[in-house]
């Protein structure tokens, strides 16, 4: 589908020779069919990791689901926020990344503690960090299309500096007595 974008906004920019918010409009479908090809990347992965997980008889943590339903509620708003061309809609969004970087974060110490309790812990953690990267990196690209909404309606982007609060690079494992 993605490919048959470019090829549709390619004809668009040859015949048509659009321009203000024709062109950022064409511009805008264009990356944010780039922002969900990258989002069911994510998903497939997900799906994968998930089968895998379940075969060892393993369920994936309460907080790993809620951090899928927020990033789920993030895309859905963020397209809807480009379905109705609102910016307010897509700000708002925007700014919910850094509750997300905080979820990420939160559920990435609960497993490391998790696996430093019991080894055993070690092979399904794991699937389940690998699972809420690939989710906090889809609750991302949600930001990025709120970020193409923004462009679209109002010609540019959000200049603010997008909120983050993914702490993951400096957890240290937890110390076992």
């Known amino acids: 589908m993605e490919h048959e974008i470019d090829e549709l906004a390619i004809r668009l920019l040859a015949l048509r020779q659009p321009v203000a918010i024709?062109?950022?409009?064409?511009?805008?479908?264009?990356?944010?069919?780039?922002e969900l090809e990258r989002v069911c990347d994510y998903a497939a992965d997900l799906a994968e990791r998930f089968i895998t997980l379940h075969a060892d008889g393993g369920e994936p943590m309460r907080s790993l689901v809620s951090l899928g339903r927020f990033a789920v509620a993030m895309l859905t708003d963020a397209m809807s926020a480009y379905a109705n061309g609102d910016d307010r809609q897509a700000q708002e969004v925007w700014g919910r990344d850094k509750e997300l970087d905080k979820m990420y974060t939160d559920l990435f110490r609960e497993l490391l503690t998790h696996m430093a309790q019991d080894a055993r812990h070690i092979s399904v953690s794991m699937q389940m960090l690998f699972m809420a990267r690939g989710v906090e990196r889809a609750g991302d690209r949600a930001t990025n299309i709120a970020e193409i909404v923004c462009y679209l309606v109002r010609g540019t982007i959000p200049e603010e500096v997008r909120p983050k609060a993914d702490a993951t690079?400096?957890?240290?494992?937890?110390?076992?007595?």
């Open 169 to 177: 690079r400096s957890i240290m494992l937890p110390k076992v007595s």
């Open 22 to 34: 024709d062109l950022r409009t064409v511009l805008s479908a264009l990356r944010i069919a780039n």
